[in-house]
Each structure stands twice: as structure tokens, then as C-alpha cells.
């Protein structure tokens, strides 16, 4: 089974502080994915990378940077945390090779920005 | 470019009632299109996938989506739901033959269930 794992579920920082949530598939997956998920806007896109050291702007890149210097590890990183930037983020990767391109999620990291 | 329109924000149904929720795409060639399941503080987990061939998938968990090309659809349907079938519901849509191009998700369809 693909498993993608995220290094924390729930997180507490303080308005500026620097912060790094971490992503980790073990399935060789070439795309990695970063969403955020609030309340009626459902998935929105952050950035995505389809190789090591690749990345792509999503939807809302804005505030955040990512880091892939592994395969299969995905960071995001925000750089000076804001109050909206409090959210649900979710991580995928997904197969380019077998052409099927299913997203696979992790379970999500509840950050909370004060 | 891709869109998913998912109309029904909430529904709420009857344990053992059918249930039809109603998803539609825009994408100009073939679509690949998926419906995700969301439980309360969790990630999203494939329900099914459609491809090609048989428009009408099985997926797990009981649930079936037909694909109308005609009509730009691909609504999830179940006979007879849960309780815990209580969820968040995302259909998706990729481009065939475009693997680094990422899915786009609809908004959402959560689904409560009553007794």
C-alpha cells in the first residue's frame, strides 16, 4: 500500500515565526502535491513538484515556498506565518509512469497560526 | 483547462436511503475522473476512478459512478447508505496523458446521514 505520511497532525505557532511541514511518500512516486483545505473553498492547490529540485506554482503560491531535495520528501515552508495562513494541509503524490495519475493524500496537519 | 462543479454543498439523507451525488467536468479532450472520500480530520481516500472502457465503475465501500460524456458527468451514486458513510465527498478530474499535471477537485459535497 502507498503510504504518504505528514510529520505532524496538529500544530501551534505564533504569528511570524518560521514554519516547516513535512511530507514523506514510500512508493517512488515522481509528483508530489500541496494543498490547503478551508471551509467551503475546498482544495486549493499551494505548489506541486514532478521531479527532485522541480517545482510548480499551484493556485496560491503566495506566502509560501516548498523544498524537494528527495524523492520522496515534500516540504512547504511558510516563511513568516500569518493568522490566515491557519488551515488544514494536505500532501499527495501520485504515479506518473503507469498512467493512471491518482492522487494518493496523507492524513493532514492542522495548523493553527495565534 | 479543467473544472468540477459538485452543486450540492450539503446533503442530508436517511441511513438506508440511495444516494446520488452529482458531479460535473469541463475538459475539452478525455477526462480522467475520480471521486474521494474525506472522514472528519482525515485525508482523502480514492473511492473509484474512471479511465476508459465500461462507463459504469465500481469503487469500494459499495459505491458506483457512471461517466456521461453527452452530459459532462460523473455522478457517485450508492443503493442503500450508512451511518458512517457521514463524509465529505471530492470528485477530480485529470488529463489524459498529462501525468505531471495535477487534479482539479471540485468544492465538495459533505453528506450527513440521519437514523
Known amino acids: 500500500d502507498v503510504k504518504v505520511t505528514q510529520s505532524s497532525r496538529y500544530l501551534v505557532k505564533r504569528t511570524g515565526e518560521k514554519v516547516f511541514l513535512e511530507c514523506v511518500q514510500d512508493m517512488d512516486h515522481e509528483n508530489m502535491f500541496w494543498y490547503r483545505q478551508d471551509p467551503g473553498l475546498g482544495l486549493r492547490l499551494i505548489y506541486f513538484s514532478y521531479d527532485v529540485k522541480m517545482k510548480e506554482k499551484g493556485d496560491i503560491p503566495e506566502g509560501y515556498s516548498v523544498s524537494r531535495e528527495k524523492k520522496e520528501r515534500f516540504s512547504l515552508i511558510l516563511e513568516s506565518a500569518s493568522t490566515n495562513q491557519t488551515s488544514m494541509y494536505l500532501c499527495?503524490?501520485?504515479?506518473?509512469?503507469?498512467?493512471?495519475?491518482?492522487?494518493?493524500f496523507g492524513p493532514g496537519t492542522r495548523l493553527t497560526v495565534t | 483547462a479543467q473544472s468540477v462543479t459538485q452543486p450540492d454543498i450539503h446533503i442530508t439523507v436517511s441511513e438506508g436511503a440511495s444516494l446520488e451525488l452529482r458531479c460535473n467536468y469541463s475538459y475539452g479532450a478525455t477526462p480522467y475522473l475520480f471521486w474521494y472520500v474525506q472522514s472528519p480530520g482525515q485525508g482523502l481516500q480514492l473511492l473509484l476512478k474512471y479511465f476508459s472502457g465500461d462507463t459504469l465503475v465500481q469503487g469500494i465501500k459499495g459505491f458506483e459512478a457512471e461517466f456521461k460524456r453527452s452530459q459532462s458527468s460523473f455522478n457517485l451514486r450508492k443503493p442503500s447508505v450508512h451511518w458512517s458513510d457521514a463524509a465529505e465527498y471530492f470528485c477530480?478530474?485529470?488529463?489524459?496523458?498529462?501525468?505531471?499535471?495535477?487534479?482539479?477537485f471540485g468544492k465538495g459535497t459533505r453528506l450527513s446521514v440521519i437514523a
Open positions: 477530480a478530474v485529470g488529463a489524459a496523458n498529462s501525468g505531471n499535471t495535477p487534479l482539479v
Open positions: 499527495a503524490s501520485s504515479l506518473i509512469r503507469t498512467g493512471t495519475y491518482e492522487q494518493y
